[in-house]
DNA sequence: GGTTAAGCGGAGAGCACCATCCGCTTACGC
DNA sequence: GCGTAAGCGGATGGTGCTCTCCGCTTAACC
């Protein structure tokens, strides 16, 4: 454990007190986000971390690119939700835990709410993730269809229908967010397996959005 | 018609030339919230009506008395549709066409639909009218339930949740907006009228809300 | 037409934010 | 211990916003 590692100082390329600063900024920062949403200032983020402005820009060249890191995890975290939703034997169930789980991550993080949402353009490894996780959703989505628990005019663009609204909810509600989400999830997952007219489903494109605030105290 | 008018030079006070200035600022505020949501800089108002800033700020001390007057109208035809569907011999159909048409408004200006969600808690008038309406839309939900066409479930409460969930549909989707809100409200009509488990309601207060932006382009 | 108060517009104060620069400090490897 | 590159933080640009100040213009009434 001692060989190869003659120049570099550590694993990672990054000195030991450098390390402990950037794993403090990350996890400083994920807590600002979920308590607050995206646009928590810079300065705010380096204050508590206990490290100057200059230090954070150093790691993370942009706010986005800090973002991205930050949520990186929970995007993860998010698409394992859909394997596990798979392995359901009850497609229907899986698909309901998975609404549920998705929106409860939601809903506990405005962070994390105003980053699906906005999806970080060019964060790419999390491109492709929610691609991996989007391909598992509409298998799951055949699934239920196919065992009759699911409507069939469903479309795989509700999720992201439902991503917003619930989006919606938790931006401007501040601690009752989780308890609204959830009933506006048990209403739309009780009406995604009931049947009624339904307009058209319609393709909201994730990555249209503004700069990155959206959310506020 | 020319008696004791000898001082004030207009019936409201305002000179003619301001008058006309005055109608133009909140007809163009009114077209830039509805397009780009309540974050238009006041500049690119007053630009845009060929005025000053100076002007501009005379008519309306702040930013929020700005967003109040243009809404104001938008707010009473609000109000006046809860008359409609409780003009409705229809309880339940009356309940659809209501929360259609508001939710419909709110897709089309985006601006109404943030001003709805903020609801601009110094704004008095807006504040008893919107009591009217709550009252009215209560009313509504009494009838629709005793015509057994709303579950019992229901609560009045809900139609916040429902308003906020389409606030976030019409934030994050540009042109899309309209399309999206019906088939998210054809969903949730569908489950007000159907049944199934629900986690118990949660009063969202509408005014908790940030300063005034909540959007962007 | 002349007087005058009301109205006007642009420049800028004050603020909050993202991002950078630069001289000092410190961990690391010998 | 010591040299050095890596790391550090506060001051500083630069931008975009809300709202104010002040000298000029003009509509309204005689």
């Given at each position: 454990?001692?060989?190869t590692a003659s120049r570099i100082p550590a694993v990672d390329g990054?000195?030991?007190?450098?390390?402990?600063?950037?794993?403090?900024?990350?996890e400083v920062a994920g807590?600002?986000?979920?308590?607050?949403?995206l646009d928590v200032p810079m300065a705010?983020?380096?204050?508590?971390?206990?490290?100057?402005v200059a230090t954070l820009y150093r790691r993370f060249p942009t706010k986005e690119s800090l973002v991205a890191e930050v949520f990186a995890d929970q995007?993860?975290?998010c698409v394992s939700v859909v394997d596990e939703a798979l392995a359901d034997p009850d497609p229907w169930r899986g698909f309901c835990t998975l609404v549920e789980k998705v929106c409860a991550m939601q809903a506990v993080d405005r962070g994390f709410s105003a980053a699906v949402v906005a999806s970080l353009p060019h964060?790419?490894?999390?491109?492709?993730?929610?691609?991996r996780g989007l391909r598992g959703f509409a298998e799951l989505v055949r699934r239920a269809k196919a065992a009759g628990r699911l409507r069939p005019d469903f479309s795989e663009d509700d999720l992201v229908l439902l991503l917003?609204?619930?989006?919606?909810?938790?931006?401007?509600?501040?601690?009752a967010a989780l308890a609204a989400s959830r009933r506006l999830v048990a209403y739309l997952l009780t009406s995604f397996a009931g049947d009624g007219p339904l307009p058209p489903p319609v393709a909201l494109?994730?990555?249209d959005v503004p700069h990155l605030a959206t959310s506020r105290t």
């Open positions: 454990m001692s060989g990054l000195r030991a007190d450098a390390r402990q600063n950037r794993d403090r900024i990350v807590a600002l986000f979920a308590e607050r949403g705010a983020i380096a204050r508590r971390a206990g490290v100057g995007f993860a975290a964060a790419i490894d999390l491109d492709r993730e929610r691609e917003m609204a619930n989006g919606g909810i938790v931006a401007h509600s501040a601690d494109s994730l990555r």
